[in-house]
């Protein structure tokens, strides 16, 4: 993720010098370097492990956004904050999926982690991507905050048609393209080699269903780049905050996988908010380019936007929690009854 890429693709206003892009990604790096370390030997992760690493990647953003207050001011820590919490809760539903996927592949416990890992990495570079794409649209016009608010909509009205009709995501491995293209092109072995990719079988090279279950991670990273990407930049136009907002925010994903993974189930209005919480954020980009060709129309301010997105979020938990109360309830009457 080379800094010079964003720098020549964002010659927006931004905070980002090449001194504080060279730093941040190259803790990045590191923080990466740790993670393979420690999913080096593959192992069943324990519930004190995940907390203890969720509780330290969020803590970085919180101590990340204080020091962007003191140097450049709240109005840049807010928009942090506020595409922080945008990424998060977005990236709540790419872990719903990366469940799905690890249990159509019947990825064992123990490389469980190293899928999350590899699907983690292969996020950051789609979004390093789409970040810099992004950049550069912006620099051309403002209709691009047109563009990135109906794409948010239209995402935004599949998500609740989805949600209200009732379908539950599912994923079917034989539709995927990218699983049939490696399955035409190379053997796939019948079970799992430990961590390996690759291993040689009968004489020739073969994939283990370790590889494709990567490889379908990184299909839906594409998806929810597309997503993200204008979903932070309607929060801030800064390509280095948007960047930082991805990163913190998909860092962490890994052991919070396993904090949430009986609880992910139970968020079932999650889709609900996050339809809400898009299309709020794409009006908020189509009234952003509006105001500059009708200057009477009014904008929606970034702490509004947080505010909004925190209530949506509290408001979703609050009622799943509700409907799963009320529905063990009603299961357990009968049994009361007999």
Known sequence: ?????????????????????????????????????????????RMREAVGWSVFYLALPLIFGVYLWGVFGSGVAVEFFTGYVVEKSLSVDNLFVFMLLL?????????????????????????AIFIALGAAVLQSGTWAFLLFGAI???????????????????????????????????????DYRGS?????EGGRRALTPLALAIVAVFATDIVFAVDSVPAVYGVTEDPYLVFA?????????RALYFVLLGFLAKLRHLNHGLGIILAFIGIKLVLHWAHGVWTWLPEIPTPVSLGVIIAVLATVTATSLYANRLDAKVASAPAERG
Request: no cysteine; net charge positive.
């Open 1 to 45: 993720m080379p800094t010079e890429a964003f720098l020549s693709a964002a010659s927006l206003e931004t905070i980002g010098s090449p001194q504080l892009w060279t730093i941040t990604v190259a803790a990045l790096l590191l923080l990466l370097a740790v993670d393979f370390i420690l999913t080096r030997r593959p192992h069943e992760v």
């Open 103 to 127: 249990s159509a592949f019947a990825v064992p416990a123990a490389l469980a982690q190293r899928v999350l890992l590899y699907g983690i990495v292969g996020a950051l570079v789609l979004r």
């Open 152 to 190: 948010l909509i239209f995402t935004a009205i599949k998500i609740m048609k989805d949600a209200l009709g009732g379908h539950e995501q599912q994923v079917d491995i034989s539709s995927m393209r990218t699983v049939r293209l490696l399955r035409r092109f190379m053997p796939v072995t019948d």
């Open 196 to 200: 390996h990719l690759v291993v040689r």
């Open 245 to 253: 907002t991805n990163a913190f925010a998909l860092l962490g994903l």
